[in-house]
Each structure stands twice: as C-alpha cells, then as structure tokens.
C-alpha cells in the first residue's frame, strides 16, 4: 500500500484532488473519452448483431480512430483521477470491475475490427452477414462496456 500512499502526495494527486477545476474537469474528459470509445463500439456491436441493419460497417471503420483517441483521453484523464484516491479505488471492487472489463473490451476489440475490416464491405453490400463467432464477439464487447459504465458509476457508492 506505501505506493499508493506515495501515489496520492503526488502533485497531480494533490491538484486533483484539492483544486476547485482539477477533479470536475478530469472528470468532466473521462465523460468525453467515454462517450467516444462506448459510443462508437455500441453502434459498431449493434450493427455486427443487425439491431441496426441499415448502418454500414464501412463508415464506423473510420471512427476507430475516434473510438482510440477517446481511449487515450479516457486513460490519462483515468490514470490522473485515481491518484487523487490511489489507496481507496485500489480495493474497491467495482473499480477493479471496470479495469477488468475495461481490458477484456480492449482486447475484444481487435477480432472485431479485424473482422469488420475483411468482411465489412461484404457485409454492406448485402453479399454476407457476420457469421456467429463475430456476433459472440460483439455480445462480449457490449458486455464489457456495460460493465465498465456501471463499475465506473458504482465507484462512489460501494
């Protein structure tokens, strides 16, 4: 537990957690980040699960890009949130849900993309739909960012 004692007298930690902006405006990108990477992969989910048959795969390939940078936001705003309260979210169990299932999503999501970009012109065109092993990819995917929102929400109140 010292590092994360050490963690929390960190600079950041301290801005983070004792200046009026610090805490709501990392929070306030988290949200941000948030919105892109669950955002963009939902839509992508419901598409592979033909919820949403009318959306084509092709044009959500290009927000991938979007999806990773709010990836990134998501982490440094995350990374920079947690030293304010380093001892605490360490044992906190729906915290370590939603690194948990932060990462398996993360992973999740390179045989899908890579599955979107073999097939998804195919897919488009109405040529063929995505077979049952990417719509079990996509279920695991929804799975995992539903739980990550939820443990993130859950944080403050367990």
């Known amino acids: ?34 919105a892109a990477v669950v955002g963009i992969f939902t839509m992508l ?11 084509p795969c092709q044009p959500l390939v290009t927000l991938f890009g979007l999806a990773w940078a709010g990836l ?19 044992t906190n169990i729906p915290f370590l849900i939603k690194i948990a299932s932060i990462a398996v999503g993360v992973l999740i999501a390179r045989p899908i993309l890579k599955s979107v970009r073999a097939d ?7 040529d063929s739909a995505p077979d049952s ?14 739980f990550a929102m939820f443990g993130g929400r859950l944080i403050a109140y367990l």
């Open 120 to 126: 998804g012109a195919s897919w488009d065109a109405g």
């Open 133 to 146: 092993s990417v719509r079990m990819w996509a279920v695991a995917s929804l799975l995992c960012w539903t």
């Open 72 to 90: 990134i936001i998501n982490t440094i705003s995350g990374v920079a949130l947690f030293t304010s309260q380093a001892t605490t979210f360490v």
């Open 45 to 55: 989910n419901f598409r592979l699960l033909g919820v949403v048959k009318e959306v």
């Open 1 to 34: 537990m010292f590092v994360f004692e050490w963690i929390e007298e960190t600079r950041l930690a301290l801005w983070v957690g004792e200046s009026l902006w610090g805490y709501p405006l990392l929070l306030s990108l988290h949200i941000v980040g948030l």
